[in-house]
C-alpha cells in the first residue's frame, strides 16, 4: 500500500533515533497491541510525527483524506463492519474542529472511535500559538469542545501518562454502551521519548452479566409464544456485534416475526417469510399489524428511537416488551443488559420445548408503490428495484441521507449474508462517501464489492472523498441520485409551505461528466432510464477499483416517509 502521504519529522524520526522511543512511537505500538489495523486523518503540523511513527510501523497503515469529517467517517465506518475500534487523526484548529460531526454520528451511533489530535506544543500554548485550543483566557477548549461528543476526552500532559491514558481511552471507547474517545497530543509530547515502557493494557473483555431478569423474560416469551406470538424487532447492534446466527435460532424457538429498525436491515433475512419490514418512520405497515396481532415484542440490539418506534407506541404500551440491549431502550421494558450474542443463547436455552406454531400464512411486506415521476428520470420504486437486482451476495450498502435513504429503507432488500449502513444517529450528509471507503479497508480478498447510495447534495457535500477510493483502487460503486436538489426539504416546503417558494432547488449539473473529467482512471456512467442502470450496474460491477453512477431523478417525488405519505394521503399496496 502506497504510503507517500507520511511526513517525516525533522526529530529524524523513530527508525533512525537511537536510545528511548518517542511518545508518537509508542503510541502506535499500543494501537497494533489493541487491534488496529488502520488510522485514518489528514495531516498536518501538529499531526505529522504521528504519521512518521505510522511510516515506521509494520503493524498499522496511515489512510489520508481528503477532510477530516471524512476521516472521521472511516473510522466510524471501519468500526461498523470490523466490531472493533475505529482510529481517527487530525490536526490542531480547524482540522481538529472537523471532526465534531462525525464524532457525533460515532457517539449517537454508539460506534468505537479514537481520534488522536494534534495540540501545538505546551510552551506557546496561551501565548499566542496558532490554532491555540488550549483553553487558557481567550482561548478555545478543546477538551469541552470534544468532552461534548466523546465518551472519554484527556489531554496528555507528559509522555509517561500516555500509556495509561490510552488504556483508558480505548476501553472507554469499547465498553458498553460504546462511542467516541479523543487523546489531544500537543506535539512536544508526542516528540519526547518515553523510557521504562510498559505493555499497554488490554482492554477487558466484555462478558454477559449474571441476569437476575432472565427468568421473568423467559416467561413473558414463552406464554406469548403460546398465545398471539411474539414480534422481534431487531436493531444495528446485532449484525455489528455478530449476534445474526443467534437471532436467527432465537426466532426459530419462538416462531417469531421479525422487523428491523431503519439501521437494522442487516440484522434478519429480509427474504425470509417471517420478515415484515422495517418499523418506523421510513417503515412498513406489516409491522403495524403484526405487532397488533403479537401478544409480546422482543428488542434486540436497538433502543427503539422515534424514527423507528413512529405509530407503534399505543401497541407497545398495551403488551409486554423485553430488550436484549447493551443500553436501556426508550420504551418501557424488561431489560436483559450485556453483549448480546451469549444473552440471545441464554435465552433460546431457557426456552423449553417446541414452539406452538400459529395458524397464519406469512404477511410479506407491504410497501408504498411510488409514482413514476412527471418531470422524467427514475422513480425511487424503479431505482431500487434494479439496484437490489444488481447486488452480489455479501455486498455491502452505505446509505446517506435524504430521500435516496428513504427509498432505500423502505424498498431496498439486503442481500443475504450483507450488511445495511445508515447514519442514523446524526444523519449528517455525506457520511457515506468516508464510511465506505474505512469499511473497504477491513476487506479481505474474498468480500463482497460495496455500493454507496446517496444524493447530489450529499455528494456535494463530502463526495469528492471518492478520490481516495481511486487513489487505494477499492472495490466500491458509488450511485448518486441526482435530483437537483435537497429534496426531503423540496418535500417539506410543498406540504407544509404550500410549495410557494424553494430554497432548496439546485441548478442542473451533469455530475458524472464533472467526475469523468476529474478522474480519467474512474468509469463514470449517467443512466435517465432503468435500463441505463441495469446496464451501468452490470458493466461496472466487476471493476476491479471504484465505479461511479449518477442516476437522474425528480426532485418532486414522494419519498417512502409516513408522515409524508400521511399528510400528502398516499395509499401503500403490496
Known amino acids: 500500500?502506497?504510503?507517500?502521504?507520511?511526513?517525516?519529522?525533522?526529530?529524524?524520526?523513530?527508525?533512525?533515533?537511537?536510545?528511548?522511543?518517542?511518545?508518537?512511537?509508542?503510541?502506535?505500538?499500543?494501537?497494533a497491541a489493541a487491534g488496529v489495523s488502520h488510522v485514518f486523518g489528514v495531516g498536518g503540523a501538529n499531526i505529522e510525527d504521528l504519521y512518521d511513527a505510522l511510516h515506521a510501523s509494520p503493524a498499522v497503515t496511515g489512510v489520508l483524506a481528503k477532510h477530516e469529517f471524512s476521516a472521521a467517517a472511516m473510522a466510524d465506518g471501519h468500526a461498523r463492519l470490523t466490531g472493533g475500534l475505529g482510529v481517527v487523526a487530525a490536526t490542531?484548529?480547524?482540522?481538529?474542529?472537523?471532526?465534531?460531526?462525525?464524532?457525533?454520528?460515532?457517539?449517537?451511533?454508539?460506534?468505537?472511535v479514537l481520534a488522536l489530535v494534534g495540540q501545538p506544543a505546551t510552551g506557546i500554548e496561551g501565548r499566542g500559538a496558532f490554532q491555540d485550543t488550549s483553553g487558557a483566557p481567550g482561548c478555545l477548549d478543546a477538551e469541552a469542545v470534544f468532552g461534548a461528543v466523546a465518551r472519554y476526552c484527556a489531554r496528555l500532559d507528559a509522555p509517561h501518562d500516555l500509556q495509561h491514558r490510552?488504556?483508558?481511552?480505548?476501553?472507554?471507547?469499547?465498553?458498553?454502551?460504546?462511542?467516541?474517545?479523543?487523546?489531544?497530543?500537543?506535539k512536544d509530547v508526542q516528540q519526547a521519548r518515553v523510557t521504562g515502557c510498559a505493555g499497554l493494557p488490554r482492554p477487558r473483555a466484555e462478558v454477559a452479566p449474571h441476569n437476575r431478569e432472565l427468568p421473568r423474560a423467559v416467561g413473558v416469551l414463552e406464554a406469548a409464544r403460546r398465545a398471539g406470538g411474539v414480534l422481534v424487532i431487531a436493531g444495528d447492534?446485532?449484525?455489528?456485534?455478530?449476534?445474526?446466527?443467534?437471532?436467527?435460532?432465537?426466532?426459530?424457538?419462538?416462531?417469531?416475526r421479525v422487523a428491523v429498525a431503519p439501521d437494522g436491515k442487516d440484522a434478519f433475512d429480509n427474504g425470509d417469510p417471517r420478515f415484515v419490514g422495517v418499523s418506523g418512520v421510513m417503515g412498513h405497515p406489516t409491522v403495524t399489524r403484526a405487532l397488533r396481532e403479537s401478544s409480546a415484542c422482543l428488542l434486540v440490539g436497538t433502543r427503539l428511537p422515534v424514527v423507528a418506534r413512529d405509530g407503534l407506541d399505543h401497541l407497545l404500551a398495551g403488551r409486554p416488551v423485553v430488550a436484549v440491549s447493551r443500553e436501556r431502550p426508550h420504551v418501557g421494558s424488561i431489560v436483559l443488559p450485556g453483549d448480546l450474542a451469549p444473552t440471545l443463547r441464554a435465552l433460546t436455552h431457557r426456552l423449553s420445548g417446541p414452539p406452538a406454531r400459529q395458524a397464519r400464512q406469512p404477511s410479506g411486506v407491504e410497501r408504498y408503490p411510488g409514482a413514476r415521476p412527471a418531470g422524467g428520470g427514475i422513480g425511487y420504486v424503479e431505482a431500487m428495484a434494479v439496484i437490489e437486482a444488481a447486488l452480489p451476495r455479501g455486498a455491502r450498502v452505505f446509505v446517506d441521507a435524504g430521500n435516496c435513504g428513504a427509498a432505500a429503507i423502505h424498498h431496498l432488500a439486503v442481500p443475504r449474508g450483507g450488511r445495511f449502513v445508515v447514519a442514523m444517529g446524526m444523519g449528517g450528509m455525506g457520511y457515506t462517501f468516508g464510511a465506505a471507503i474505512g469499511a473497504s479497508f477491513a476487506d479481505s480478498a474474498d468480500v463482497?464489492?460495496?455500493?454507496?447510495?446517496?444524493?447530489?447534495?450529499?455528494?456535494?457535500?463530502?463526495?469528492?472523498?471518492?478520490?481516495?477510493?481511486?487513489?487505494?483502487?477499492?472495490?466500491?460503486?458509488?450511485?448518486?441520485?441526482?435530483?437537483?436538489a435537497h429534496a426531503m426539504c423540496v418535500t417539506r416546503e410543498q406540504l407544509h409551505y404550500g410549495g410557494r417558494y424553494s430554497y432548496n432547488r439546485?441548478?442542473?449539473?451533469s455530475i458524472a461528466a464533472g467526475v469523468n473529467a476529474m478522474f480519467p482512471s474512474l468509469e463514470a456512467r449517467n443512466a435517465t432510464t432503468a435500463l441505463e442502470l441495469a446496464d451501468a450496474l452490470v458493466a461496472t460491477g466487476s471493476a476491479p477499483g471504484p465505479a461511479f453512477i449518477s442516476v437522474d431523478c425528480d426532485a418532486d417525488e414522494m419519498p417512502p416517509v409516513a408522515a409524508f405519505l400521511r399528510e400528502g394521503m398516499i395509499p401503500c399496496q403490496r
Open 237 to 256: 447492534d446485532v449484525a455489528r456485534r455478530g449476534a445474526r446466527e443467534d437471532l436467527a435460532r432465537l426466532v426459530d424457538a419462538l416462531d417469531a
Open 92 to 112: 490542531s484548529g480547524g482540522g481538529a474542529l472537523n471532526l465534531v460531526p462525525a464524532l457525533g454520528e460515532s457517539f449517537a451511533s454508539r460506534v468505537p
Open 506 to 509: 439546485f441548478a442542473g449539473t
Open 1 to 31: 500500500m502506497d504510503r507517500s502521504f507520511a511526513v517525516r519529522s525533522s526529530t529524524g524520526g523513530g527508525r533512525a533515533a537511537h536510545g528511548a522511543p518517542r511518545s508518537v512511537d509508542v503510541l502506535v505500538r499500543g494501537l
Open 448 to 484: 463482497a464489492r460495496t455500493f454507496v447510495i446517496a444524493g447530489d447534495g450529499a455528494f456535494y457535500m463530502h463526495g469528492l472523498e471518492v478520490h481516495t477510493a481511486v487513489e487505494h483502487g477499492l472495490p466500491i460503486t458509488f450511485i448518486v441520485l441526482n435530483n437537483n
Open 166 to 186: 490510552l488504556a483508558e481511552a480505548i476501553e472507554a471507547a469499547l465498553a458498553p454502551p460504546g462511542g467516541p474517545a479523543v487523546l489531544l497530543l500537543p
